[in-house]
């Protein structure tokens, strides 16, 4: 018989039910028995031995919900190898439960903190498997993490909605896009949208630049222009200060988020009326999209069956239209993000989207 | 032959071009031989004489689609019988403008404030038949305004997706709706979303209730809560206040709306996180529903019937399931707000909503 | 202390949950106790005593989610009266066992079948109060039926994916809406598509005038022709037939269904291509649209209401905008048809739609 | 300056549109000078002469428009090499406008079929650029086509209705997904509505282990059991045919299509009822998704610099996340198809998923 704790952390995303449902029903068909103890709210659960064992009626019916049926929390400290307020040692607590369970295995599912602290349990000795949980797309090893087709449909929506009341209005319109430090999903949720200026966190922008193609849009007749801007963006000026000037900016910062910045300099310098959109939490939101119910399923597959094989340390994630398993070591760490020169930006390009580079 | 200017005033909204479809396919197979011009952007195109010949071309495909094929505009300015910044009489102008054109008739789609307009056009001796178009579904004399289910939909959409991540986390989360000063869509909305608390113009709220509401939640073991806020939302302290009281508080408003304050007090009172999510200008843009389509085009219809009989200066609504004819005067000038006792009302509370009075 | 038993029957539909939520809701939320006994696949459950005691968890969650926790089922026998296969009394069945249980009232959702047996129950002596469900909206003393707008939402999704295809290819489409022998559905989904000829159950149509249809499009520059086809759609030979002949002509028909027909007759007349499209099931399933969650809510509420006040033998329906209760013996047996000559088909055809009369 | 013709040929889908605006932006955002010529209804605008100049305007805003501006066709005789009715060689035809409109290059977007053609004109002479179209996803060459997702949702979507009401009712449920003689889109369609039984083209199925898997989910407390039925399933006795035998099956072939079969042996042999349920066209219709919107606006990309780069005889495809460019030659005439024991159906089959083999 196999013991499996498993625990959801960081930012919910869709498809995170898919995907335990995934290892789940496979575990549950496979030959030997297997229990399944679900920590609730992410590590926080297992520092603290909040579980339930869970059945295969838990699982029924969640492929196409939203969130996590097991709850999820943001790191709880603010390293998790501190102490807590108590003075308990938390990886001590995690590796504490984790033998008195008798797990053979702690299955996890998050995102870059989340793999972090995965990493770190494998170095203390637990057998981990992880899953690539984020609507960012950005962690490395993967090509793929699920949540993020969903979050693009959710953010292509709201450009979808703006479209038609900028083109009404003959407005410039901002679409702030989630994603931290990382362009995907503003990328393509802006292409899908079809935004005429993209703004990414790794491609820092020259305000003036942005202008001149609103400009070149009038002239050329259009009554309107649709602007995604990451929540990551940042201009040139910002990327050419020292961490702690930038840090300095960003404490006396007079805007809500970047995109009330962009916003305030093109009325400034053109008198233009320029409106913001933040559709902020409902990217993470809703029904997993069929494409992300498949590719969680999948994982999930591909994890109970490295659970099966007894191959530990590994996170599950996608290369090359293949599952293929990652050391933990490699991804831990590591952010994926948007090369400058990417294909798909070149691409962007040639349609005429501008970056403002 | 008949000559009918046509024009589409005020934020736009969904099912905007379905009505003008409605009204012109039915003039179009009407017996006697009809142009249509429209004035582009509003009011604004009928003062300065900026419009165009529409064909049965213009209408074609537009059924689903969002926003309005004629552009629109908020009332230009201040006042609409002010002389605008060049000393130009815009009433005169637009009489002129009619009158050049020889127009029949003017069909005019908008919401309260296109409505004064047109009901002073009327007043001036034009002939005016008008389109109830609004997501606030606050136009008087109407049970029903186009464009309001969609909006619904959307904010409704924006209410799933937080409740997902919601109760994921376990957290207090404001779901911001559109509406002005009434409360139609929040209330819609609220139920339609399954929100815990929804707090609406014409039910100013006292915070400790609403904070009452969320421990009750919490003690029966809920980890979370959903509040729908009206941007017009308001405190009891804040209704309390002179015209003039509050017209100050709000100069030096310290938050960007009133779900920002509704969380800033929840947190200060409880030490609760809360999350607030805007969904803005999203929710007057997209395809219109299903419902608001049969609507729309229903009222377009007998506008146009309106138009082959000559008869002139009514809005045409909707009253107990017909389509009606409103006189002008009637609708001008007065809003149709939520009662605080209405029967959805007690049924929301039936349902264990709370309104925080 | 009140004990109350509930249950769906006849097709499934959206937003049987979300009336089943608001009832209970409503019951918790009142002063008495209440006890819930949810009885299983409709009135088989109750005759044969399949139950199980519901608690708030069971309606957590449940507003959104289509189908019906407890299950449904067509009327399980030829007639309700007549004794099942073992000779059991159905009837008495059920009376033995809501006395077993010592209910104070039976909450029943359900359609036209589904009234009929509930007004015999009521008949005989038990306490009745009724929801109505139907995707049909044919029930008699109420304006609106739930599920009706979700279907709607459903059928046309389905004609505007056609109309896109349709489009390309130059083709005439039909697509078949169910309904039984009422009109509601296809109309409404019909308009909300921009279908150009929609054939009800109320108006028998003659294959000439559609054909007519279709071939003045064509001379007017249309490539295509959308069709909406009520299941029950009728022509006018066929409803000149006696009964009899009718039901010969049926049991030796040819086709699939009656949209087959109208195809083969319009491929033959005129050697055009058609292509048959039947949405079918999708129809009743799914999340319910926020329209029917709110107004399924409603009735929910008020059925509550009536329960706690003691109100027995009514059906809780809408009308004017109002939710209304209404005698359970002037809605049995009953059906709101389409009126050949309702506004509603009178702005369809100003619009331009044909009905093939 | 550059001449470019372009058609759409075989069934639409979604996303030509996008596909074609990517490159016609691309082209017009070149130095060069660009006119492009878009034939209509596929080959046989090229064959027929019927084509028009198309400008920026005919782009704009088609991005999430489904079906092609350019209309379609499937095959229109049947070979391209023979003449037609009235003895005009087709082949020399196409050459012949192609030359008289002095045309630099010819983009062509289709499946199958089209791709035969396309190579052929290649070897021709013409130069050509070809975009893989089609909701079958069973190109040679190409990771993926763009139609594909966007039909996988509609097919999900329609298992996701089938669900609720399957669970309702306790039934045995058919959807039959199309895709022609591949299973991709079953395959994934079945997997994301969580289908508990896919059958493919490229896997025979046993009509026996069908029935079992669906005894197995009875005997386990599930109600009810859904089915994916690819429009090209076959069993393993039909499969064992020799052609000329299959060929008589089918002439004489007593059902609609395989899925009535299937339904019609479950019921024979197990007395349940089943349904059968048939998306149909809606797969191929309605707006692109966002995945397939920026995948079409790449290829679209990519095959713009191939013309401006003077590169012919490729279609654009992709291979392993990037965009490649593929000899005609490799792809025409070949079938990329689903491989019994490929990693998804291996995964599947870990989920408990039966293939009936």
Redesign the interface.
Same mark, same amino acid.
């Given at each position: 018989m196999k013991r499996i704790g498993m625990l959801?952390s960081g930012?919910?995303c869709?498809a995170?039910n898919a995907a335990m449902r995934?290892v789940v029903?496979?575990l549950f068909?496979g030959k030997e028995k297997v229990e399944i103890y679900g920590f609730l709210?992410g590590y926080k659960g297992l520092i603290y031995g909040n579980y339930r064992q869970l059945s295969g009626n838990d699982f029924s019916g969640i492929?196409?919900?939203?969130?996590?049926i097991l709850?999820?929390?943001r790191t709880p400290f603010k390293t998790i190898q501190d102490p807590d307020e108590n003075g308990l040692n938390k990886v001590e607590a995690m590796k504490k439960n984790y033998a008195k369970l008798k797990l053979d295995c702690l299955v996890i599912l998050g995102g870059n903190g989340t793999h972090k602290t995965a990493n770190l349990l494998r170095q203390e000795g637990l057998n981990v498997v992880t899953l690539p949980k984020t609507i960012d797309n950005d962690l490395w090893g993967t090509?793929m993490t699920f949540g993020f %087709?969903s979050a693009?449909?959710?953010a292509?929506?709201?450009i979808?909605?703006?479209?038609?009341?900028a +083109?009404?209005? !003959?407005r410039v319109?901002i679409v702030e896009v989630m994603g931290h430090k990382v362009g995907w999903l503003t990328l393509?949720?802006g292409?899908?949208?079809?935004a005429d200026i993209i703004l990414l966190p790794e491609i820092p922008y020259d305000i003036n630049k942005v202008i001149k193609k609103i400009e070149e849009r009038e002239k050329n007749g259009s009554?309107f222009t649709i602007i995604a801007v990451a929540e990551g963006a940042i201009s040139k000026e910002d990327a050419a200060l020292s961490k702690k000037e930038y840090k300095k900016k960003m404490t006396n910062y007079q805007f809500?988020s970047v995109s009330y910045e962009v916003a305030a300099a093109i009325q400034e310098k053109t008198g233009r009326e320029v409106?913001?959109?933040?559709?902020?939490?409902? %990217?993470?939101?809703?029904s997993p999209?069929?494409?992300d119910?498949?590719f969680a399923?999948?994982l999930? +597959?591909?994890a !109970?069956?490295l659970i099966m094989d007894g191959e530990y340390g590994f996170m599950v994630g996608y290369k090359?239209?293949?599952?293929v398993k990652v050391p933990l070591e490699e991804v831990a760490g590591k952010l994926k993000m948007v090369e400058p020169d990417a294909?798909?930006v070149k691409?962007?390009k040639?349609?005429?989207i501008c970056f403002g580079d």
């Open positions: 959801t930012g919910d869709q995170l995934g029903k496979t068909n709210d492929l196409t919900k939203g969130g996590t709850g999820s929390s090509d %087709q693009v449909n959710v292509t929506d709201a979808d909605c703006i479209h038609t009341t +083109a009404s209005h !003959g319109f393509n949720a292409m899908a949208g079809g009554r809500p409106r913001v959109t933040v559709p902020g939490h409902t %990217q993470r939101g809703g999209c069929p494409y119910r498949v399923s999948r999930g +597959a591909e !109970g069956k090359n239209r293949e599952i294909s798909i691409e962007a040639l349609l005429g």
